[in-house]
């Protein structure tokens, strides 16, 4: 009889040695010559970049009494703001981005979503 022990390191040496095998991992299939291109990171606005002009734009103290007093105002329960609409209120239309845009040095037009 195996006791407890051996059984869970016999199991742990099976696994490890199935996770080391030597197939290169899978590959998506080419796509054909007449097929439309994926969009690229540069054709949209990538999560990261507006995260990091959101974070460097909360460095202003105006922008973060902003962004307090538009949560306050918030029609939500848990005080949540729909981020695209968020971006593009303000009494000039986008008042958020263009701050946004303004921290982070990129153009306003890169960080529309």
Do not use: I, N
């Not at 796509?31 to 990091?52: C, F, Q, V, Y």
């Not at 918030?74 to 609409?85: G, Y």
């Amino acid at each position: 009889m195996w006791s407890y022990t051996s059984r869970v390191s016999a199991l742990a040496l099976v696994v490890a040695a199935l996770a080391c095998s030597d197939r290169p991992p899978g590959t998506a299939p080419e796509a054909p010559p007449g097929a439309p291109a994926a969009p690229t990171a540069s054709a949209t606005t990538s999560p990261e970049l507006l995260a990091r002009s959101l974070a460097l734009a909360l460095g202003d103290p105006a922008f973060r009494a902003h962004v307090k007093a538009e949560l306050d105002r918030s029609p939500f329960r848990e005080h949540k703001l729909p981020f695209q609409r968020f971006l593009a209120a303000g009494p000039g239309g986008g008042e958020a981005l263009a701050t946004m845009a303004r921290r982070t040095g990129v153009a306003t037009a890169d960080l529309a979503p």
